[in-house]
């Protein structure tokens, strides 16, 4: 099993900004090939918001294209999300999932709320 845990939502003013961090824990030695940030606000369908595969090549929604950004911590079991400029429309409770062994995991997810 591996287990995501995500960390850094909150409360923020409309321009602002966050990061949200993302850490995977396993018992056994593991190798994440992907990682990703999705989103869903309430009534909506989960989106994904930005993709990163073999560490290093990332591809992102229009939405977010300028003002988020993936990337993977210096330990190689943990990446983040920076957000900035956020606006009201990125409300939502952000998830990270991770691909290992050919499995997918999903963490709890973390509440964004961003008011204008």
């Known amino acids: 099993q591996v287990q995501l845990v995500e960390s850094g939502g909150g409360l923020v003013q409309a321009g602002g900004s966050l990061r949200l961090s993302c850490a995977a824990a396993?018992?056994?030695?593991?190798?994440?090939?992907?990682w990703g940030w999705y989103r869903q606000a309430p009534g909506k369908q989960r989106e994904l918001v930005a993709l990163?595969?073999?560490?290093?090549?990332?591809n992102y929604a229009d939405s977010v294209k300028g003002r988020f950004t993936i990337s993977r911590g210096n330990a190689k079991n943990t990446m983040y999300l920076q957000m900035n400029s956020l606006k009201p429309e990125d409300t939502a409770v952000y998830y990270c999932?991770?691909?290992?062994?050919?499995?997918?995991?999903w963490g709890q997810g973390t509440q964004v709320t961003v008011s204008s």
């Open positions: 396993s018992q056994f030695v593991f190798e994440i090939k992907t």
């Open positions: 990163m595969r073999d560490g290093l090549n990332t």
């Open positions: 999932a991770a691909d290992v062994m050919s499995m997918r995991y």
